[in-house]
């Protein structure tokens, strides 16, 4: 929903909630809980509706909240119309949607929304994030400021959250363990495990959250381009930020916590490299043996360097064909025997389509393939130019 005090706005919150239900259906009842069930006029369906936007009744709003805390499972909940109570108390892996409406006033803002839709759960293959917005005012600076900060957003969320890098479980590694680790595991010396419900709750349903306000804080941004030490953003200037925002935490668990953020941020802006039977992780301008992983290595990396790289530029359809190119090689499969073979067939394409290349996103297999060993002989070059 946008913000009453914006353009978009109609200035009546309660009535803007009223025409979305009525959109969608007609209100059969409301439950103990608070929860509105609603007939959809396309087909009939029951769906579940929570509204937080309605603040006149804080019981209501409490039982709301509950309920959502306590979801289960996909069918518990449909659809969630909020203001800006969806960006924070309780988690909500099941949305498949985030819908918003009008502009947002900072990256934090875009972050979170992006990070309740993009969660992993078995109810879903896909993940979306529309921004509705007004046709931008070419003349009007600070509406195309808006515009690229919000697709800044949309591109460093994607380098923090890793689509483009692989995921593990991080587990401590102590002097005798030789052990090795589990598929999608990654064990650090010195890494201290969650040892309360209150900071494993933080990092399962607030990381993003978390991130983006580590992202925000002026220290830390007048810090990320590199002016100042990794040690010290690590460890000193996040932990004022997770002190700011989780004030009941002890030091230890403040730790911990720090300890988790900047493993995660660290590890998931590196690429896995194999070379025999050792595999290691390319970090910054480090190349690290996972065998020898340790927390006082990690802390001397910058673990914000890719999102600074973005959030330093403009936001160009060039920057974000690099990106979308980025993405789409993490999923082809392709030998480079065959990428030869259909990059030797673009000239001809070129030549029955007006000079244009083949396009990823086409319905053609035949084009879509050709324009994939485009983005993955691209890749290949970056790879072996950077190695």
């Known amino acids: 929903m946008p913000s009453p005090n914006s353009g978009e706005s109609t200035k009546d919150k309660y009535k803007e909630v009223d025409a979305i239900l009525d959109t969608i259906g007609e209100v059969e009842s409301i439950d103990e809980n608070g929860i509105i069930y609603v007939k959809r006029h396309s087909d009939g369906k029951i769906i579940k509706v929570a509204d937080l936007v309605d603040d006149r009744d804080k019981a209501k709003r409490d039982k709301i909240m509950e309920y959502l805390r306590n979801i289960k499972n996909s069918k518990d909940m449909d659809l969630i119309i909020a203001l800006g109570m969806a960006k924070e108390g309780f988690d909500w892996p099941y949305c498949e949607h985030a819908l918003a409406v009008g502009y947002r006033g900072s990256l934090t803002e875009i972050i979170q929304i992006i990070g309740r839709a993009t969660r992993d759960s078995k109810n879903k293959t896909h993940a979306q994030f529309t921004n509705l917005i007004a046709q931008p005012d070419a003349d009007n600076d600070e509406v195309k400021l808006s515009v690229n900060n919000m697709l800044k957003a949309i591109t460093s969320s994607l380098l923090m959250e890793q689509v483009l890098a692989p995921s593990f479980k991080f587990k401590p590694k102590f002097e005798d363990d030789d052990e090795p680790p589990k598929k999608g595991e990654l064990k650090i010396k010195g890494f201290k495990l969650p040892s309360s419900k209150k900071v494993s709750e933080i990092i399962e349903n607030d990381l993003d959250d978390l991130k983006a306000s580590i992202l925000q804080d002026e220290q830390i941004r007048k810090a990320i381009p590199g002016n100042v030490e990794p040690e010290v953003i690590n460890e000193v200037l996040i932990p004022k930020v997770i002190k700011a925002k989780y004030e009941d935490l002890s030091d230890d668990e403040v730790e911990e916590l720090r300890q988790y953020v900047v493993v995660d941020s660290v590890v998931r802006s590196a690429t896995l490299e194999v070379s025999g039977d050792k595999k290691f992780l390319r970090m910054a301008d480090k190349f690290i043996n996972l065998d020898e992983l340790n927390i006082d290595l990690i802390n001397s990396i910058n673990p914000f360097q890719k999102a600074f790289e973005i959030l330093s530029k403009q936001v ?12 789409s090689a993490t999923k ?7 990428a030869v073979i259909l990059y030797n067939k673009i000239p001809k394409f070129q030549k029955e389509h007006e000079g244009r290349l083949p396009d990823i996103n086409s319905f053609d297999a035949r084009e879509k393939r050709m324009a994939e060993s485009i983005v993955f002989l691209n890749n290949l070059r970056r790879e072996r130019k950077n190695g």
């Open 316 to 327: 160009t359809p060039k920057v974000l064909k690099l990106i979308q190119e980025a993405i």
């Open 332 to 338: 082809i499969e392709m030998s480079i025997e065959e």
